[in-house]
């Protein structure tokens, strides 16, 4: 079984220092004059700028805590959507670095390796860079080294632990079946990724290889990916419910392809956690209220904190108190937790009511916090 950390009482600690730093908010520390000039942060993100779409709300949410965060720490901070489109991506950034005033800093993540490029230009124009929420690997890995060596201006970044998600997930997925009365040679798993090239992806898809290994009597398909796609993925698990009816585990790297999924199970006449147990990763508004009516069974979240955590380093970065650790300037943090029938109505409270933005982000910044020595957010 999973360590608790991953469960209720996780959570509901994680909120009850949502609802501490938010009662703290007017009486926390005052702002110095010394931080008085703004930095100047333009954030490129790779989704895009409505809820409404098939790939679904995560980035925008992402955007909506780093906006609190560039408000309490007194950020410039512009937002650029790529639509879910890598060339697009790197246009932004051309004409953004072609601009005469040119930002203090950049925040890109490397969807489908859009961000080494972008990287490498900005290293050309003295624009310093932070990657988020997606790392570098293999030849492109090799090819950036790490931050600070190759390219001088690339400070540095904030991951989480995507392969700890996907592990996660298609654990707690097999023991939920299990928990309902399934063997596991009864068990029949589906697994749906993202894209061929982003790293999240490949690390969700590791995690749930190594929970693979745990399981020797579990028959487990091919991954298929669906771009993050809901369509997509109500398409293929269509295809395959119709060859293989029998399929009764669906892991998704993303919410909008495990509602894509349940849906398609639903059609089939698949009672959701009775005949089939879907899952996915984001604590999208829509699966967390599919969780609430109890047809999807889980979604592992929490990572939309990293904009604005990593718009904290950045603030500390620029003011003198450097984010690196022992392991080097990229920070890998676990971020994830499960939603599940236990928690999910105060998750879903904690969304309508935009409790996520109450948060005061100076908390996290060793600036106004001197005696802070590791980055420890609340959601661990």
Not at 51 to 79: C, H, Q, Y
Not at 308 to 325: E, N, P, V, W
Request: glycine content about 8%; overall charge positive; hydrophobic content about 40%.
């Amino acid at each position: 079984m999973l360590n608790r950390p991953f469960y209720f009482s996780k959570l509901i600690l994680f909120l009850f220092i949502i609802a501490v730093l938010s009662l703290s908010a007017a009486n926390s520390h005052a702002k110095s004059s010394s931080h008085a000039k703004k930095i100047s942060v333009v954030f490129i993100n790779p989704g895009m700028q409505n809820s409404d779409n098939p790939t679904g709300g995560f980035w925008r949410r992402v955007s909506v805590v780093m906006e609190k965060a560039a408000s309490d720490l007194n950020i410039d901070l512009e937002v650029l959507y790529a639509k879910r489109n890598h060339f697009l991506m790197n246009r932004i950034a051309e004409h953004v670095l072609n601009r005469k005033k040119l930002p203090d800093y950049m925040m890109v993540v490397n969807e489908k390796l859009a961000a080494g490029r972008i990287i490498q230009l900005a290293d050309s124009k003295g624009v310093k860079t932070f990657s988020l929420l997606v790392g570098f690997y293999g030849k492109q890995g090799r090819e950036m080294g790490q931050p600070r060596v190759k390219y001088k201006n690339w400070i540095g970044g904030l991951i989480p632990d995507n392969k700890r998600a996907g592990y996660v997930l298609a654990k707690s997925l097999i023991e939920l079946a299990k928990s309902k009365g399934y063997s596991e040679k009864n068990i029949k798993f589906l697994p749906i990724g993202g894209d061929f090239a982003t790293k999240a992806n490949l690390d969700r898809i590791r995690g749930l290889d190594e929970a693979k290994n745990e399981y020797s009597g579990i028959t487990f398909f091919p991954e298929r990916h669906c771009l993050w796609r809901r369509d997509e993925a109500f398409e293929v698990t269509s295809k395959f419910l119709n060859r293989d009816p029998s399929i009764n585990v669906i892991w998704a790297a993303n919410d909008p392809m495990a509602l894509g999924a349940l849906e398609a199970a639903q059609r089939k006449g698949l009672a959701p956690g009775k005949d089939i147990f879907v899952g996915g990763i984001n604590w999208d508004t829509p699966a967390l209220e599919a969780i609430n009516k109890g047809t999807l069974d889980l979604s592992v979240g929490g990572h939309f904190m990293a904009g604005g955590l990593g718009l904290a380093m950045i603030f500390d970065y620029h003011h003198g108190y450097d984010f690196a650790g022992p392991d080097g300037p990229v920070v890998t943090e676990k971020f994830f937790a499960i939603a599940d029938k236990k928690n999910v109505k105060d998750l879903i409270k904690q969304s309508n009511s935009n409790n996520w933005g109450s948060i005061d982000f100076r908390k996290f910044s060793k600036v106004y916090n001197k005696s802070l020595k590791n980055y420890n957010y609340p959601i661990n």
